[in-house]
């Protein structure tokens, strides 16, 4: 992926696609979850009493991160899941960049080529960490490609259910659930 220029992105605040997820995430409960790309917390943060352990990472400058607040969730400057051993969580979920963008300049929301190659990226750290049995949340815009994305997922062996969907006035929000196949 080309990355234009200095990467750099700010903190992203809650908008509607942090608030689809956050709310197709209020059945999920159990032992470890991980939210890749934390934000200000406001999706992890709704999980922490739910969960045994909760942490989440993200890329955003160290003196914008210390203003994101999640109680009882570790929060850790990482690349996507890299600090994180193999097979680690119940839970991955994630609201990743997934504007379609020429490269990415811009790393709170540039999300690559048809606007899933960035998503992508996440999901192949995602699954790495994912314990079996264990499920994959993942917010995608319908400005994006959505059909390379959900085929990358079948052929990457997942199932593929959309659990949640909110058409907004100049794009349609989708929650996928994506579980490995028995
Ligand atoms: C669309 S924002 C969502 C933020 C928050 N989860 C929400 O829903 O409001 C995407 C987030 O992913 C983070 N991010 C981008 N690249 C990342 C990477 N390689 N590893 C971890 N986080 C990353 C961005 O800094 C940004 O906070």
């Known amino acids: ?16 696609d942090t608030y689809l997820l956050r709310d197709a995430l209020l059945g ?8 890749i790309g934390f934000g200000t917390g406001a ?5 922490a009493r739910r969960f045994e352990t909760a942490a989440a990472t993200d890329v955003m400058p160290l003196d914008e991160a210390r203003l994101s607040r999640a109680p009882g969730v570790d929060l850790v400057l990482a690349d996507r899941a890299a600090c994180f051993r193999e097979a680690s969580f119940d839970l991955v979920f994630f609201n990743p960049p997934y504007v379609p963008s020429d490269g990415v300049s811009d790393t709170a929301v540039d999300g ?6 960035v998503p992508a990226r996440f999901l192949e750290e995602a699954l790495r960490v994912l314990a079996p049995g264990g499920q994959v949340m993942v917010l995608l815009s319908g400005e994006g490609d959505l059909g390379a994305f959900e085929a990358r997922c079948r052929s990457a062996g997942l199932e593929v259910e959309r659990a949640a969907e909110r058409r907004l006035f100049y794009e349609t929000l989708v929650v996928y659930r994506l579980r490995r196949q028995a």
């Open 112 to 117: 690559g080529e048809g606007g899933v190659e």
């Open 43 to 47: 999706v992890v943060s709704s999980l």
């Open 1 to 16: 992926m080309e990355v234009v220029g200095p990467p750099r992105g700010g903190r992203y605040l809650p908008a509607e």
């Open 28 to 35: 999920c409960s159990g032992g470890a979850c991980l939210e």
